[in-house]
């Protein structure tokens, strides 16, 4: 089938690859976001997804909205039979879910219809999920309610962040992918409607949100923390400043207060409203990612210091 792939992230990339090397797909072009600024210096770079489509020698297309008429004209042009769809990172309208002779599939990472929405990963840790997963379904108006083609599962690790855990699902996702758009050409496939019952939506998690609360659990702190790693991730203040924390550990049962801390030369232990947590690495605002001891070492917290 002639293929129009829209993906924006790394997370993209092994099914860009996976549907490239296929011998049954096309893909004719890729649609991205627009090229944007990242890094320390605020250049400008096009997305992972852009670059491997160049390397590639495949038609890009970055519309800055979706409905421009000059994009939904070049699409048509391309006559796609499906457009495979994996975190392109804009919403699409009717207009452009009209084109393609098959609809827009997506390739969701949960087990629909649970966590639908922008951050699913990021919130199935955050909720304490033994069991996640990646969904293909097509695309409707509705957010993520599509009828359902496949899905695979994947268990949550007891240390997995939502940077590990989504490098995995991408990885079987993308052969989830593959296989849906060839059931789909082979006519074998049928997509089946979500159940109306476990609906839970993920909304992206802001850096305000990402602020650990010290007076929650250590269950809690923990799960924060490795759901905002590595984006948008966690922070504290101390003295005023924002400092970002990397994956804690419980501890000792120390008797330490919400935000109080306690250094010694080998661990750098945080009170919570159950227990302390020992931190791992951090980065204090303005510099680079170090070893709690070694920050400890530098800013010696006294007994009146407490994280906020």
């Known amino acids: 089938m002639r293929l129009v792939f829209a993906g924006t992230p790394d997370t993209a990339l092994p099914s860009l690859r996976t549907l490239i090397d296929s011998p049954r797909h096309d893909v004719v072009a890729v649609v991205t976001r627009p090229d944007a600024q990242s890094g320390r210096g605020r250049k400008v770079h096009p997305s992972p997804v852009a670059e491997l ?6 038609e890009i297309l970055r519309p800055a909205k979706v409905g421009d008429l000059a994009f939904l004209d070049r699409l048509r042009e391309l006559e796609p039979d499906v457009c495979p769809v994996v975190a392109y990172g804009a919403l699409l309208p009717q207009s452009a879910l009209d084109v393609p002779r098959v609809g827009w599939v997506n ?11 922008a951050a699913p990963v990021q919130h199935a840790i955050l909720h304490g999920d033994e069991i996640t997963g990646a969904s293909t379904f097509q695309i409707v108006k509705e ?44 006519g074998t496939l049928e997509a089946r409607p979500q159940p109306g019952d476990g609906v839970t939506i993920a909304p992206k998690i802001t850096v305000e949100d990402a602020r650990v609360d010290w007076s929650a659990p250590a269950m809690r702190v923990d799960r924060l923390v490795r759901a905002c790693t590595p984006n948008p991730g966690a922070w504290t203040e101390f003295r005023g400043q924002r400092l970002k924390l990397g994956p804690v550990r419980s501890a000792s049962d120390a008797s330490l207060r919400p935000g109080q801390i306690a250094a010694t030369k080998t661990s750098v232990l945080v009170g919570t409203a159950t227990g302390p947590v020992e931190l791992s690495d951090v980065q204090p605002q303005g510099k680079r990612l170090m070893s709690a001891v070694e920050w400890a070492r530098g800013v010696r917290p006294g007994d009146e210091d407490r994280f906020a």
């Open 143 to 186: 957010l993520d309610a599509g009828p359902v083609y496949g899905v695979v599962t994947e268990q949550i690790k007891p240390g997995d962040t939502s940077g590990t855990l989504l490098e995995r699902l991408s990885v079987s996702g993308a052969e989830l992918l593959a296989a849906t758009l060839d059931g789909i050409e082979d």
């Open 107 to 117: 390739l969701h990472f949960s087990i629909l219809p649970a966590w639908r929405g």
């Open 53 to 58: 489509a160049e390397e590639s020698g495949i």
